[in-house]
């Protein structure tokens, strides 16, 4: 009798440990019990702006995408400087990547100025409505990652602060190197 007992008690074991785990899992997932795992450091847009008709659809890259202000304040500058710091350290990559400012007739004489400096940007001119209506769920103040489809994935908000516009080119950085690691196009 015993031995029979104790066979129910092992089955009643085996079952136990096999099946409370999975029992476990999916009550986690279900109710919640986590944070799923999210490895971006931006802001995912969803769903993702389809951008074509803004960004030079003959350009097959990912794009580090900024609009120029009105006015550019330290805000600006910092991002002008974070997308030139970016692409300089994607090294090897950075023939898959290009450095875009969007111009309207809005946009800042200075900032302007800023980015002809630069070498490797492309400045695209766009009238501000197409701007609007191409960003229209967003906030456009930040930097914007682009595929190489030219649907906006990514957004970064910029910031007056110096150490945390470096900061932010850090996950930018990272963000990026990951897409370009994945994306066997662009």
């Not at 074991?13 to 019990?33: E, G, N, R, S, T």
């Not at 986590?34 to 990912?62: M, Y």
């Amino acid at each position: 009798m015993s031995t029979q007992k104790n066979n129910k008690r092992a089955l009643i074991m085996m079952i136990l440990v096999f099946v409370l785990p999975v029992l476990l899992a999916y009550m986690a997932l279900q109710f919640d019990w986590f944070n799923k795992a999210a490895t971006n450091r931006g802001e995912l847009l969803q769903p993702v702006i389809e951008a074509a008709t803004v960004l030079d659809s003959s350009d097959t890259k990912w794009h580090l995408v900024y609009v120029l202000p009105n006015v550019c304040d330290q805000a600006c500058e910092n991002a002008i400087y974070s997308i030139e710091q970016i692409y300089t350290a994607t090294g090897k990559e950075s023939d898959r990547v290009s450095m875009l400012f969007l111009q309207t007739e809005n946009s800042a004489s200075a900032a302007i100025a800023k980015v002809n400096e630069k070498n490797g940007t492309y400045l695209l001119q766009q009238s501000q409505e197409n701007v609007n209506d191409v960003f229209k769920s967003t906030d456009i103040n930040a930097i914007f990652i682009s595929d190489t489809l030219h649907n906006v994935v990514l957004r970064y908000p910029v910031t007056a602060n110096k150490d945390d516009a470096i900061m932010d080119s850090r996950n930018i950085l990272a963000d990026l190197k990951k897409l370009l690691k994945l994306s066997r196009i662009g």
